[in-house]
């Protein structure tokens, strides 16, 4: 499946899109569901809360 066919969270509207309807700067994903890309928020917060961990592990 191409990313184009994938599915995409648009960050300003919080719908779910199939392919490349809005621009890229408004897109989060690429999603191979549709449910996981409505979960694109959460999915974003749970990345971010991990990656700070790992920063402030590599600071110790």
């Known amino acids: 499946m191409s990313n184009a066919e994938k599915y995409w969270y648009n960050l300003k509207t919080g719908e779910v899109q199939q392919g490349f309807e809005s621009p890229a700067v408004d ?34």
């Open 27 to 60: 897109r989060a994903g690429p999603f191979d569901t549709a449910e996981e890309a409505a979960r694109a928020p959460e999915i974003m917060r749970e990345r971010s809360r991990r990656w700070a961990a790992e920063d402030a592990a590599e600071d110790e």
